[in-house]
C-alpha cells in the first residue's frame, strides 16, 4: 500500500460509467468479483467504524446523531461502498498491469484522480456537472421537503385546531405510517401490531404517535384520527416559528468540514464534499420543540415506546428527552434482524456508544440479540422482549402453497426492487409456467406494469399470513420477511448485488434455509430446489413469542 502511494496509480485509467456499482477490465478483460469475497468484510468494518467513533469525539453531538453517515450506515450508499470501492480498486492495481475503471461515484473518481491515475477531460466535466446537479437536487429536494412539513402543519392545525392535551399516566407509541396503514378495517401498525388494543384492554392510557411517510392521502388520514381520538401529533404542540429549527439543522450539516476523515489507510478528506450533498433535512429536528412544549403542557408519568434502531429519529428523540423532559422514560423495541454490516446498528464504536443518549430499557424480539447486546454493552438495560412482527407466523400453515406460484416481497429501495425485477425479467420465459405475486413495501410503491416483462403477475394488497401461505417459493431483497420465510419452511431466495457489500438477515440466527440469487443464472437452480428440503424451523427457538413474553413487553413500567 505505502509504494502504491508513493508512486500513485500510473496503471489505472479511471473514467464516468452510469452504473452506481464499480466496473473494472484489467488488460481488458471484465473482471466479474463479488465484493464480499475479494475483501476482508470483518477488518473492512472495523476500520470504517474506527473512523466513525473517532468523528463522535470531534464533532457537536447534535450535528454528529443527524449526520447520515452514523445512521445504519451501510444501508444508505455512499461513504462505506466508496471506501470498499477504493479498497477493492487498490488490491486489484497491485494484482494486474493495466486497469480500466468505471463508477458513478464522484468520490471514488477524484480519489484516484488526485492520486495519480489517467483520466479525461470529459470525464472531469461529467462529474462536474454531476456534482453542481447534485447541489441543485439537495436544495430542490429539501425546499420542497420543508414545504411538505409546512403543509402539514396547516393542514393539521386547519383541520385538528390546537389540540395541545396535557397527557398523565400515558404511554406513547411512536411509528411510522404511509397511505397502506389505513385499510377497510381501520388502523394497521406496521412496527407494533395489536399493541394499542393490548394495552387498552389492559385499562392502559395509550396514544398513537404517528410519523408521516408518503402519505398522499393527507386529508383522509387526518381525518381518520380525528375520528378515532387516539392520536397524538407532534405538529399539535408546535408554533409555526419552530420549523426554522429543521432549516438551521440542515444548513450546519451541510455547510460541515472536517479537517481529517481517514478510514484506515484511506485519506477521503478531499472527497467529504461528495458526502455533503447527500444530507437531507429530518423531520426529527422538530423532537426538540415538541418534547419542550409537551413538558410544559403539565404532562406527568409519561412513557414512550419508539424502535430501536439507531435511526436518526429515534436518536433525536431521546436527544430531545434527555435535554426537555429527562422524567419521561423511553422504552425502546429492538424488532428488527441484525445483519453484520449494519454497523451503527450495534453503535460504532466506545465513543458513538457514549456520545448517543440511550433509551432507559431495550426490549428484544430474540434471544440472540439479546445476548449479544448484553454482552457487548453491559450498560445498557436489556430484555426480552416479544416478537410482534413474527407473531404471525403461529398462522403459518407449512403444508400449504403452491408450487406454481412464486412470492415475491419487494424492498423499501427502489434500486433494490428493481434488481428483483431484472432477475425476473431475464427468466421470463421459465415464468411462463409460474404465478408471480407481489407484496410493496409500504415505504415505496410504484407501477410494476412499467416494468414487468413477463404476462402471469398480479399485486397482493392483502395480509402478510394470507400472502406467506399462497407461495412455495418466496424471494426477497434485504428484509426480515425472508428470515419468516425460512422459519415457515418455505423455498427462500435471498436476491442481492454481489457488487455491493451484502447485508444477510440471516446474521447471528444460525439459520442457513434459504438460496442467494446473485445473478439471472442462479435464480432457476432456487427455483428447481427439490421440496422435501424446505425445513420449517421453530419460531419459538429464534423469537420471544409465548404469552409471558407478550405479558412482560406490555408490563413496560
Known sequence: MSQIRLFGFKNITIKRHSESSVR????????EYDINREMDMA???????????????????????????????????????????????????SKYSLLEVYTDSGAVY????????????????????????????????????????????????????????????TMIVTTWISDVNFASDGFND?????????????????????????????????????????????????????????L????????????????????????????????????????????????????????????HENLIPEKMLLLAREEFFPEAKVIA???????????????????????????????????????????????????????????????????SGSSDKIAVFLSG???ESLMILDILNRNASILENYEVSFRFHPMDI????????????????GNINDFMNQSVHVISAYSTCLLEAAIAGRNVGFVYDPTKPLLNPFDNLEIGNYSLIGSYKQFESFLFHPEDSFKKISCGEKFFLTKQNLDQFCALN
Not at 403543509?151 to 386547519?158: G, L, N, V, W
Open 413 to 415: 429501495r427502489r434500486q
Open 43 to 93: 477488518a473492512c468494518r472495523a476500520e470504517f467504524n474506527q473512523a466513525v467513533d473517532r468523528l463522535a469525539g470531534l464533532l457537536e453531538r447534535r450535528i454528529y446523531l443527524q449526520l447520515f453517515l452514523t445512521e445504519r450506515n451501510t444501508l444508505r450508499p455512499g461513504v462505506w461502498e466508496d471506501y470498499l470501492y477504493i479498497k477493492l480498486i487498490v488490491q486489484m492495481a
Open 333 to 399: 423495541n429492538f424488532h428488527t434482524s441484525m445483519p453484520l454490516n449494519l454497523i451503527n446498528l450495534d453503535y460504532a464504536g466506545e465513543a458513538d456508544f457514549l456520545v448517543s443518549p440511550l433509551p432507559d430499557l431495550v426490549l428484544f424480539n430474540s434471544p440472540a440479540y439479546l445476548q449479544h447486546f448484553e454482552s457487548r454493552w453491559p450498560e445498557m438495560n436489556c430484555r426480552p422482549g416479544y416478537a410482534m412482527k413474527q407473531a404471525y407466523l403461529a398462522n403459518i400453515d407449512v403444508s
Open 248 to 307: 438551521q439543522d440542515f444548513i450546519r450539516k451541510t455547510w460541515l468540514k472536517l479537517d481529517s476523515f481517514v478510514i484506515g489507510e484511506v485519506d477521503m478528506t478531499s472527497n467529504w464534499s461528495w458526502y455533503r450533498l447527500q444530507e437531507r433535512p429530518v423531520y426529527s429536528s422538530l423532537f426538540s420543540a415538541f418534547m419542550r412544549e409537551l413538558k410544559r403542557s403539565g404532562a406527568e408519568n409519561i412513557q414512550f415506546c419508539v424502535n
Open 190 to 246: 406496521s412496527y407494533f401490531p395489536g399493541l394499542k388494543e393490548y394495552l387498552t384492554g389492559r385499562g392502559e392510557k395509550v396514544s398513537v404517535c404517528p410519523f408521516f411517510y408518503n402519505v398522499k392521502n393527507i386529508f383522509s388520514v387526518h381525518r381518520y384520527m380525528l375520528q378515532d381520538g387516539g392520536f397524538l401529533m407532534v405538529e399539535d404542540y408546535l408554533r409555526i416559528t419552530d420549523y426554522r429549527q429543521v
Open 24 to 31: 473494472v477490465f484489467a488488460d481488458g478483460q471484465l473482471l
Open 110 to 169: 477524484d480519489f484516484f484522480a488526485g492520486k495519480g491515475a489517467e483520466t479525461f477531460i470529459n470525464d472531469h466535466l461529467a462529474f462536474f456537472f454531476k456534482k453542481n446537479l447534485l447541489r441543485c437536487k439537495q436544495f430542490l429536494s429539501s425546499s420542497i421537503f420543508i414545504g411538505k412539513l409546512l403543509r402539514d402543519f396547516f393542514i393539521s392545525r386547519s383541520m385538528r385546531g390546537r389540540r395541545r392535551r396535557v397527557l398523565s399516566d
Open 446 to 461: 410504484f407501477a410494476l406494469q412499467a416494468y414487468c416483462k413477463f404476462v402471469n403477475w398480479n399485486v397482493f394488497d
